[in-house]
């Protein structure tokens, strides 16, 4: 998950490097370098330890300048995240940056030493620069030296070259990790993201699998891998470029947390008319193929593997389609069966994540009846891959724990829920969730309204190592969802289980100094998850009860019920989550980690 951009052009480039890095910074931030081929055409390259800050400091420093160069910021796979194995690497005339990883490694190294080449990281990059400099070493030819160089790599990988020899030109090469080429005036550039070239140029092309580009100031050619140059046509991107800040807000992820209303309101408003739901809100024709549909296949990853198993458990309320929702590293690896019409739906927040991509490739090439892609980032990868669309519109989310992207999707597969409830045995009931939907709004606003109770709350958490968090039917996501927040940036272990499987093991833990959330949104279970909850208090646990029903309960110091807002049985994972991102939040405050870009976690996670 690391990030690559690059520039070749007329004027001086180091700057715009500099510049791109810092729109990359949410792909990771373990360490930053560039390379620059200078006026006398020999590799310049500084690095650094952690944020690109300080290889802005470090580049005006060394005064640094030249036309054609490349730029990385990693998040560490291969080795720790230290000078030695911050990119780019170089070896003889080329420097190389590289986002992904390199399967057959250990071989290619082996083979390398063999002939003498040194390694100065513990990477699985720099075998890439190592096998470059060996075969340029060999074959004069440069496009048949790439070609075989991207043959010998096993993998995931997007890279980006410079070779002394060729210094108006970046070569750049990708499987299965994104790489744009952006197209200028007497400039061009490379990078791992849309966002990044913004700024630059409106005017971009996609590098597919398995193909080689070389970028000049005035031109870019394409080839296969077998030699076979490609014809492309650059494409206008829509996507503004946009200044992004916090607002007032202390961090991008309160900022972030707040932006929900908008964002739901927003979602209610562009699709739903007087008569309801607005027609093929996934998708020319959508409306037709959906109904049609007896399985759903939901594939994802983390936050976006949490929203779908909500909707599986909505969907299979309210129709007779099979859901099944699985994660997406797991899902492409395994032999799948699928029944006739089945939609597979991948969700994703980037539209990038590399183990959703290789699963949505999977579907492609198997017997589904359509694919959907979720998503915030129009032009992905999954974007561009699936047959129908759906973009959330929640905006760039610069907080690598997940919020708005979350409620973003969950309103899209509440709109995909009504679609299919149209079409059930139970035609009546999209009425009810069309009601519940329109009244979100209001009752979104009386939930941020507890957030002064969270945050007293999150004091007491403070000094505390494990968390459990308790729920049962839809609001069991929403308890997987809360423990995913708090392990992310507090560092708490956290754990969200069915309440009904408390006893079956969990309960071992249960202590004096554990708290333990229940999440009780006002249904048929409520009293199933009091039950749950009297286990815990009758091991002396902390409870804390969330719920919008009336309980006769004898408040204490072991039982703290912070009421919510009355809402309707579909939309209450909507509501509910909001005060568990609330309560993460107020912890990490607490505790002091950084809260924006916690430790070892990246935004975009490009790698397997």
Known sequence: MCGIFGAVSSSKIQNSLIEGLMKLEYRGYDSAGISVLSNTNKIKRIRCIGKVNEL????????IVGECGIAHTRWATHGEPNLKNSHPHNSNKISIVHNGIIENSDELKAKLLKKGFKFSSDTDSEVIAHLLADSFSKNNNTKNSIRSVVKQLEGSFAIGILFEDMPDTII???NGSPLLIGIGD??????????????????????NDYEIAFIKKNNVDLFSLTGKKITRKAVKTKQKDKTVSKNGYKHFMQKEIHEQYDIVNDAIKSHIGAKGLLPNIFGPNSDNILKTIKHIHFVACGTSYNAALVAKYWIEEVSDIMCTAEIASEYRHRITNIPKDTLFVAISQSGETADTIYSLKKAKNSSYKSILAICNVP???????SDLVYLTHAGPEISVASTKA???QLIALLFLTMIL????????????????????????????????KIKEMAKNFKNKHHALFLGRGASYPIALEAALKLKEITYIHAEGYAAGELKHGPLALVDKNLPVIGLMPENNLVNQVLSNLAEVKAR??????????????????KTKIITMPSCGHFTAPLVYVIPMQL?????????????DQPRNLAKSVTVE
């Open 56 to 63: 802005k400091k470090q580049l005006k420093a060394s005064k």
């Open 172 to 174: 750049a090469a990708c």
């Open 186 to 207: 007497n400039c061009n550039f490379i990078s791992s993201d849309l966002h990044a070239l913004t700024s630059k140029t409106k005017t971009y092309m996609p590098l």
């Open 379 to 385: 032009e992905s990868t999954i974007t561009r891959l």
């Open 406 to 408: 979350f409620t973003s």
């Open 421 to 452: 409830a149209k079409y059930s045995k139970n035609k009546t009931i999209g009425k009810s969730i069309l009601k519940q939907i329109k009244t979100l709004p209001t009752v979104l606003k009386k939930t941020f309204l507890l957030e002064k």
């Open 540 to 557: 002396q646990g902390l409870v804390y009860i969330f719920t919008n029903k009336k309980l006769k309960l004898k408040k204490n110091e």
């Open 583 to 595: 309560l993460s939040y107020y912890v990490a405050l607490q505790k002091k980690t950084n809260i």
